[in-house]
């Protein structure tokens, strides 16, 4: 690997809990851009339900976001760094008419790329709900950008055409959606995306190179020919070994397993999540991926080890740091 050919580099970070400063991202993010990330990913959070106590013992329903700020967050970040944002849009919990809301405040700011994603069920719901008058599926919302950049909005309103159009990608699951009833839907269901106008996919994470491998050449087979960029998440905790995989439907490598195994503290698990990371990195990057995408919740540190072994901090961060 060369700096001068190297993949590009990205992360993903989540707004603040509801009523924190933000001082937190700027600290994740001050440590990762002395390796010039290429964009950063916003994500976005569905509404969640809170219940308050009243006088009379009763308890009042609250519909709240744990984690706001999506677009403020995105707006604040390229202020900061001059960077390039992507902030998630997402069908969970909102109505077409907020999402529209939100695309119109993007588009003020000149923030024009976009992941669109379905987003998570409600935590109190066994299966996903779409929201009234919102959207099901993630190729819905990618038909409501196309409409809204052709300027069709909502309510049958015909308005300009944007002088700089959205651009999105999409989400790619090497391992299956959990909810796809196989493979071949899946990957029907990624087409579409892909044909009314996604220009890339990132993917879900993945800790077994093969199934990434395996995965991009069989969308080249059904002819899906947007770059793929593999989704990487450092390994920090012990819960990690359990969690992970349940959640997220993915399985570890006998070889990482192996080694996880042997884990007694968390310090243990980050000390090899860090060693496979490179691992997959530098084999991703010998087999001439475009990018490579981390999520960085509560692993900023992890990923700081990671590129420090694969790539030194870009000239111009090493030229700041020495005050030229």
């Not at 937190?24 to 964009?39: E, G, K, N």
């Not at 819905?140 to 055409?161: K, P, S, T, W, Y």
């Not at 899906?224 to 490598?253: A, E, S």
């Not at 070889?255 to 042997?262: F, H, I, V, Y």
Request: proline share 6%; charged share 25%.
């Amino acid at each position: 690997m060369t700096t001068e050919n190297k993949p590009y580099f990205s992360f993903e970070v989540l707004p603040p809990l509801r009523g924190k400063g933000i001082d937190s991202i700027y600290r994740t993010i001050d440590r990762l851009m002395p390796f010039d990330p290429a964009y950063i990913n916003i994500t976005t959070h569905r509404y969640d339900t809170l219940y308050s106590e009243l006088a009379n013992g009763t308890y009042k329903k609250l519909s709240v976001l744990n984690r706001p700020g999506t677009v403020a967050i995105a707006a604040a970040i390229k202020e900061r760094y001059k960077v390039r944002t992507v902030p998630h849009i997402i069908c969970s919990g909102f109505t077409a008419a907020e999402i529209e809301s939100e695309l119109i405040d993007l588009s003020y700011l000149g923030i024009t790329d976009l992941l669109l994603l379905r987003g998570d069920k409600a935590k109190s719901d066994n299966r996903f709900i779409p929201t009234p008058e919102g959207h099901a599926h993630a190729i819905d919302l990618c038909q409501q950008i196309n409409r809204f950049n052709n300027g069709q909005l909502l309510g049958g309103v015909q308005n300009e055409m944007l002088t700089e159009p959205f651009t999105y990608g999409v989400a790619g699951y090497p391992e299956k959606h959990d909810e796809a009833m196989n493979m071949e839907t899946d990957i029907e269901n990624l087409k579409a995306k892909v044909n009314a106008g996604a220009q890339y996919i990132v993917t879900q994470m993945f800790f077994d190179n093969s199934k990434y491998f395996a995965f991009v050449k069989r969308l080249r087979k059904e002819g899906i020919n947007v770059p793929v960029i593999p989704g990487l998440k450092p390994l920090t905790t012990l819960n990690h070994l359990t969690m992970l995989p349940k959640t997220f439907h993915i399985d570890f490598p006998k070889r990482l397993s192996n080694e996880l195994m042997k884990c007694k503290s968390n310090d243990d698990v980050k000390a090899v999540g860090v060693e496979w990371a490179k691992h997959q990195c530098r084999e991703l990057c010998e087999n001439g991926v475009p990018g490579i995408h981390f999520y960085t919740m509560n692993a900023s540190q992890s990923v700081e080890k990671i590129m420090n072994g694969l790539y030194p901090p870009h000239e111009y961060y090493q030229a700041k740091e020495r005050g030229l």
